[in-house]
């Protein structure tokens, strides 16, 4: 079944804690994206990935880190996380990430940062 | 940057009527124009989009409406059952980007 796989569905932790969300797709898509979402705003692009050691800034990047060592694999880091990161992250995936595309999301992972 | 603001924020409905969700954007070179719908626990899916270079779109139940001049378009659904119920979020993308711009999202109640 083509899907995006993330992990953990839930995590609750500490300030300062570094933490990794992982993000795997199985669909050989090319482009890979994390969007965290806030009641009132949407959903936000944090960093996004065209291919394999390809990543860019998406709006609100600060705080976070990712690496696309691998095409399926594009895994979110929190180095040290801090309350104002609690949020409901999705991963998502696409073709070729050209723009005029579908996106495929993950079933997204709720981070408590206490 | 693009800038989309979603039109209301909740929507009640009875079942069988009609629903409109409007979102207008900022950037006039954006083209593309996606509708997600996210159900309760999963990720948005994809449920119709709409090109630049059209109107209109129709699939079955759900169409979107596209009017560049005024920067706006706007998610339809017909017929509405209980399982429309959700959260629906639009979007828009510009052409030299590939970061999607969402609206901030339309919490749907079909009620029975």
């Known amino acids: 079944e083509a899907q995006v796989t993330q992990n953990p569905r839930y995590l609750i932790t500490v300030t300062g804690k570094k933490l990794t969300v992982t993000c795997s797709q199985n669909m050989n898509h090319e482009y890979m994206s994390w969007y965290r979402q806030d009641p009132g705003l949407g959903l936000r692009q944090i960093y996004y990935?065209?291919?394999?050691?390809?990543?860019d800034k998406g709006d609100v990047p600060e705080g976070y880190k990712v690496s696309r060592k691998e095409k399926r694999n594009f895994p979110l880091i929190l180095e040290s996380p801090s309350p104002n990161q609690t949020s409901l992250y999705f991963c998502?995936?696409?073709?070729?990430?050209?723009?005029?595309?579908?996106?495929?999301f993950g079933s997204g992972t709720q981070l408590s940062v206490l | 940057g693009e800038n989309v603001e979603q039109h209301p924020s909740t929507l009640s409905v009875q079942e069988g009527d009609s629903a409109v969700i409007k979102c207008t954007y900022s950037?006039?070179?954006?083209?593309?124009f996606p509708w997600y719908k996210q159900e309760l626990g999963k990720g948005p899916q994809l449920i119709i989009d709409i090109r630049s270079n059209v109107g209109e779109k129709k699939d079955q139940r759900i169409a979107v409406t596209l009017n560049k001049t005024a920067k706006h378009f706007s998610l339809h659904i017909t017929e509405t059952q209980p399982e429309d119920s959700a959260v629906y979020f639009c979007a828009a993308l510009h052409p030299w980007g590939q970061n999607f711009v969402f609206g901030p999202g339309t919490r749907l109640s079909v009620l029975p």
């Open positions: 998502a995936s696409s073709l070729s990430g050209t723009g005029v595309e579908k996106l495929f």
């Open positions: 990935s065209m291919n394999v050691e390809v990543t």
């Open positions: 950037d006039s070179a954006s083209n593309y």
